[in-house]
């Protein structure tokens, strides 16, 4: 809940400071947490947030992709400023460091020995990273360590 409450504290001083991109970004978060609290009749907790947030930001990354494919670089920035505000609510990115050292140690915790292994592994790493690295960057080194 605390993760709900600072987006909505976010959403008060955009408003307050008359940040319109700003505050546009944040509501568009606001509206994704209501819409899945209304439609599931549930309230949103803050690993349930991380993983909106994080899905937020992937689905950004794509369209900013597709709009520079296509030359349409104003648009692409539209994206790449929402998922910098997107991602002031997301913990911290892991360092490629780190995130080697977390594949290595759920493939030792999982006793994964080959690629049908890879759930497993992924099992293990997805609440560690969640919000914090691109879920397709960790199956690919995840599948790396596995071959």
Known sequence: MELKS???DAMKDAMRDKDKPRLGTIRLIMA????????????IDDERLLTILDKMVKQRRDSAKQYIDAGRTEL?????????????FLPEALTEEELNALVAEAVNESGASS???????MAILKP?????????????KVKKALL
């Open 6 to 8: 600072s987006v909505k």
């Open 76 to 88: 692409a920035q539209v994206e790449t400023d929402e998922i910098a505000i997107i991602q002031e």
């Open 115 to 121: 690629m049908q292994d890879m759930g497993k592994v």
């Open 128 to 140: 560690k990273v969640q919000g914090r690295a691109d879920m397709g960057s960790i199956s690919g």
């Open 32 to 43: 994704e947490i209501k819409r899945i609290e209304v439609d599931e009749r549930t309230e």
